[in-house]
Nanobody, 117 residues
Framework: QGQLVESGGGLVQIGGSLRLSCSAS????????VSWYRQPPGKERAFLAF????????QYAESAEGRFAISRDNVKNTVYLQMSDLRPEDTAVYYC??????????WGQGTQVTVSS
């Protein structure tokens, strides 16, 4: 069936950095584009960043531009989200989504990021 598993979340101080990972198994990951989303407490899930199947194209939400960087390693079947200069408003559950034409999107279970002073 295949699955996505996010990891790398945790508690970090204001101004700190984290690298999230989205690891895939059981499906041809290199054919899928991947997006990161996040859902702050009490709010809707929102798009953060996108990377194409080859990694040649990326796109960011305004909230992520300049502080977050998405990348992928198709040998390791993993997409990364490097986050820096973290702020309290970055506190959220972070999800990855894998997409490919004509098949349902695949979502991970999420990883919690908490930014605190």
């Amino acid at each position: 069936q295949g699955q996505l598993v996010e990891s790398g979340g945790g508690l970090v101080q204001i101004g700190g950095s984290l690298r999230l990972s989205c690891s895939a198994s059981g499906f041809p990951f290199s054919y899928y584009s991947v997006s990161w989303y996040r859902q702050p407490p009490g709010k809707e899930r929102a798009f953060l960043a996108f990377i194409s199947s080859t990694g040649a194209a990326t796109q960011y939400a305004e909230s992520a531009e300049g502080r977050f960087a998405i990348s992928r390693d198709n040998v390791k079947n993993t997409v990364y989200l490097q986050m820096s200069d973290l702020r309290p408003e970055d506190t959220a559950v972070y999800y990855c989504k894998a997409s490919s034409a004509d098949v349902p999107d695949r979502w991970g279970q999420g990883t919690q990021v908490t930014v605190s002073s």
